[in-house]
């Protein structure tokens, strides 16, 4: 089984900057996908990007795209959501999923909660 822990959440002002960390422990990332995503309570659960381990390519929604980053470190399992340009409309909890290769995302963790203030 495969577990997901979200890190780095917090208040920062809007033009911020914030780090999130998704630490996946059972398994390791080097396969499939790794999702990013974000909901606010009233809403549906929003994309916000990818990273695929079979060649790194990574996926971003438009909201964000330019002002979000996706990477990875393998020597720590772990991938990362370089969040630049905050603003508040990107208050929300952001969670990491992780997909296996050909399936729908299955493996979800708790969240972090980054807000944003004006």
């Known amino acids: 089984q495969v577990q997901l822990v979200e890190s780095g959440g917090g208040l920062v002002q809007a033009g911020g900057s914030l780090r999130l960390s998704c630490a996946a422990s059972?398994?390791?990332?080097?396969?499939?996908?790794v999702g990013w995503f974000r909901q606010v309570p009233g809403r549906e659960r929003e994309f916000v990007g990818s990273?695929?381990?079979?060649?790194?390519?990574?996926t971003y929604a438009s909201s964000v795209e330019g002002r979000f980053t996706i990477s990875r470190d393998d020597t720590k399992n772990t991938v990362f959501l370089q969040m630049n340009g905050l603003q508040p409309e990107d208050t929300a909890k952001y969670s990491c999923?992780?997909?296996?290769?050909?399936?729908?995302?299955?493996?979800w963790g708790q969240g972090t909660q980054v807000t944003v203030s004006s």
């Open positions: 999923a992780a997909a296996d290769l050909g399936e729908p995302y299955q493996y």
């Open positions: 059972g398994r390791s990332f080097r396969s499939g996908t």
């Open positions: 990273i695929s381990y079979d060649g790194g390519i990574t």
